[in-house]
């Protein structure tokens, strides 16, 4: 066994693990926030860029979907954020 003294042997755990975590810290992207969107006036409604309601409503957690659904004239008019408690 490398490490006779366990003292030695749980700093260099410790040393191993707190690496481990820093480079996973700084590699793992952090939560993407899930938005939901409903639009009643038109429930099949396409957005350009391929965005689209299924039966009136939309859950994306792609930020680049939710631009495009906040940027649109119909945000706010006939498309609306609902909360969604998880």
Not at 10 to 21: A, I, L, M, T, W
Request: charge should be positive; glycine fraction near 6%.
């Amino acid at each position: 066994m490398p490490y006779k003294d366990p003292e030695r042997r749980r700093e260099y755990d410790r040393r191993y693990k707190r690496e481990k975590r820093r480079v996973a810290s700084r590699s793992t992207p952090g939560p993407t926030e899930v938005r939901a969107y409903v639009c009643h006036r038109y429930p099949q409604f396409r957005l350009p860029g391929g965005v689209g309601f299924h039966e009136g409503l939309l859950v994306t957690a792609d930020p680049r979907v939710q631009d495009a659904v906040e940027h649109s004239p119909e945000f706010g008019q006939v498309i609306f954020r609902v909360a969604l408690v998880l």
